[in-house]
């Protein structure tokens, strides 16, 4: 698996860091490029979120991901390293992942082991870029609202790390705007659907065509999975099953 992660320009400045820009083929774009989760790659944008407070050294990276456009919201008191900034984007990943899919029923309390061994043992690789998904970009931009509203709402000065879950938990709660429409659907629904295919092989109750038994379909195909019904059901083919429900045992 990849880990592709699209940089912002404004985090790309405050690290330090000099990166490559993503260049697609065929594409005349440079370095605003749309990113996507496929099989074997998971995007996120990543963007800075200053404090409003002048001089002030607190800092929140905000992590996006395709598609589901779930946030991931990471504190600062510090600069950290590029190696840093990815240990602690994919502990924050892994960490609420496991609490998504116990909060939504997609997974038992007890398959939670599972699951964890599934995503700490998966091989992956990090590819870094300097680019902004505009898409993803906004709802990255569009956190600092909220971050402020909590913060003057609890007469803080900045974020702690169970602050910014609290925050995060809040935004990703709501309805989400794809490219200027409105989805009836949480982030937290393909969020959860995304790491179920990922990381939850052997715990699907219920069969899905060209997937193997026991596992979780794609959930970013062109066309929705198709569930396999036994006996009568399955008569006259099979019937389409919405992303919806995939997270519902």
């Known amino acids: 698996m990849i880990v592709q992660l699209s940089i912002s320009h404004d985090l790309s400045r405050w ?18 490029q749309r990113i996507a989760n496929t099989e074997d790659v998971v995007s996120w944008q990543c963007h800075l979120i200053t404090s409003s407070q002048s001089h002030s050294p607190y800092h ?4 996006v991901q395709p598609v589901s456009h779930y946030a991931l919201l990471i504190p600062y008191l510090h600069r950290p390293t590029q190696d840093q900034l990815a240990g602690d984007l994919i502990y924050r990943w892994g960490n609420e992942l496991m609490h998504r899919m116990v909060d939504t029923r997609a997974i038992q309390q007890s398959d939670v082991v599972t699951v964890a061994e599934q995503f700490k043992t998966s091989p992956r690789s990090i590819e870094w870029y300097l680019n902004s998904d505009q898409d993803l970009l906004e709802r990255a931009s569009s956190t600092e609202q909220w971050i402020d509203g909590y913060l003057e709402a609890f007469e803080l000065n900045y974020l702690e790390e ?10 990703n709660s709501q309805s989400i705007t794809r490219d200027g429409m409105q989805d009836d659907d949480s982030a937290v629904v393909g969020f959860v659907n995304d790491g179920l295919y990922r990381f939850a092989n052997g715990l699907c109750t219920r069969l899905f065509e060209n997937t193997i038994e026991g596992n979780y379909p794609y959930p970013w195909a062109e066309d929705p999975p198709r569930e396999i019904f036994p006996g009568p059901a399955e008569q006259g083919g099979a019937e389409l099953f919405s992303i919806d429900h995939l997270s519902s045992k």
């Open 60 to 63: 929140t990276v905000v992590a």
């Open 162 to 171: 169970d602050h910014a879950i609290d925050v995060g938990a809040h935004i």
């Open 15 to 32: 690290l330090g860091m000099d990166l490559p820009k993503l260049i697609r083929r065929g594409s005349d774009v440079i370095g605003a």
